[in-house]
């Protein structure tokens, strides 16, 4: 069993930047990949970033170049941080844990077994 808690979320002006923190439980989060998913109101969920246990890493269109995904493996805990924040990026943010070995790096979230509670980011004006 895999525990995910989220932290960092809070209320930014655009433009401004945050670093949200996912830390997990379980012995095997190393060879997890390890996403984020955001979800606005009346919005379906969204894939924003991933990353595998090697290191490579995939982003949503909307988000590169802004945001960056990372990992410590010692420490169980994976990052997002967010910069050049804009209003449409408000949205309950989601970590989640692919446990399942793949080829690639999933974006739909049947593919990850293992979420957390979520934390709001909310870009004001």
């Known amino acids: 069993q895999v525990q995910l808690v989220e932290s960092g979320g809070g209320l930014v002006q655009a433009g401004g930047s945050l670093r949200l923190s996912c830390a997990a439980s379980g012995r095997t989060f190393s060879s997890y990949t390890m996403g984020w998913f955001r979800q606005a109101p009346g919005k379906e969920r969204e894939f924003v970033a991933a990353?595998?246990?090697?290191?490579?890493?995939r982003y949503a269109d909307s988000v590169k170049g802004r945001f960056t995904i990372s990992r410590d493996n010692a420490k169980i805990t994976v990052y997002l941080q967010m910069n050049s924040l804009k209003l449409e990026d408000t949205a309950v943010y989601y970590c989640?844990?692919?446990?399942?070995?793949?080829?690639?790096?999933?974006?739909?979230?049947?593919?990850?077994?293992?979420w957390g509670q979520g934390t709001q980011v909310t870009v004001s004006s």
């Open positions: 989640a844990a692919d446990a399942v070995f793949k080829g690639f790096i999933a974006t739909t979230k049947w593919e990850y077994n293992y």
């Open positions: 990353i595998t246990w090697s290191g490579v890493t």
